[in-house]
Structure formats: C-alpha cells, structure tokens
C-alpha cells in the first residue's frame, strides 16, 4: 500500500496529488503501475535548456540606436542635460582663462551638443513612413559626417592656431567699414 502511495505521488510530481491520493486502495499489479509511468512520461516531454544566444551590448550615445536596442532613454537624457549645464560653465571658463583644455572641451561639448539636437530634427522629421527608408539613413549618416569633420576642425584650429576662445575675440574684434569710418 504505501508502495503505491508513493508510485502515485511521484508521477503526479507534487504534493497537492500525493496528498489526495493518500486513501487507501487495494495494491494495484507491478504491470499496470509501470504502464501508467511510462505512459505518463511519454505524454509530457521532458524539459530542454535552451541555450542562450551571445549577449551584444551596443554602446551608444545615439537615441535613435537606444531606442532600436530597447532600452530606456533615461541615461541619455541624463547625459544631454549634464552637457547642457556645463556649457554653461565651460564657455565663460574659456573665454576668461583661454586655454588648449579649455578650448577643446568647449569644442567637444559644443558638437555634441549640436550633434543631439539635429539629430532629434533628423529622427523627427526625416521619419522612414514619410520619406521612405533611404533619406533618413543618409541624413544620418551626413550628420555623423559632418560633427566629426566639425570637431577635427576644431581640433586642428585649437592645436595649430591662437586657439577657440581667443580666434573668436579676434573675429569679435574686427570692425566693418561703416563702423571704421565713424
């Protein structure tokens, strides 16, 4: 009897059926348990692992390709507004105490500032359903282009020049015709 009590519970596979075919019964013969055992293996496959794919991080700075990886924009956001504030600091600092430190973190700041802001114009307004799917990659693409050919500009202007604080006093600086007759 309780040979057959614990046949039962363990094809059940828990307690819940174990406990209810806790009743007493006559022994049933070793045939027709083991037939109900194989039958109800057969019936429910076992279990596989699945292997799991490589994981890929994507690091990115770019909202388009966070949004396309599934994360949230939180980080990002975090990141523009940082910049954002610290403009606020980095262009008086170099414009009062002109240095080549100065200079470039103005530089890298400036682009990446303006690189997110146009970029936020290109997703918006070069959306695939509207102008089909070729103009928003090359929009794109001409805009990571165009900041990195800005920031090495201004990278070679700041190394091999007076530098991005003092080239814009200089230009500040230069006065019209109307106003040299005055």
Known sequence: ???SLLLRG??????????????ITPLKSYSTLVANVQRKAVVQPLPVAKIAA???REISVSAPRMASAGSSHTLLWTVERIVSAGLLAVIPAAFIAPSQVLDALMAISVVIHTHWGVEAMVVD???PSVVGNVLPK???I??????????GGLFYFIQNDVGLANGIKRFWAIKGKDAQKA
């Open 1 to 3: 009897m309780s040979l």
């Open 142 to 151: 001409a805009l990571i282009i165009i900041s990195v050919a800005t920031l």
């Open 54 to 56: 490589p994981v890929v």
């Open 125 to 127: 307004y070069m959306r």
């Open 10 to 23: 363990a094809v059940r596979c828990n307690a819940a059926n174990l406990v209810k075919s806790a009743r």
């Open 138 to 140: 090359v929009a794109h």
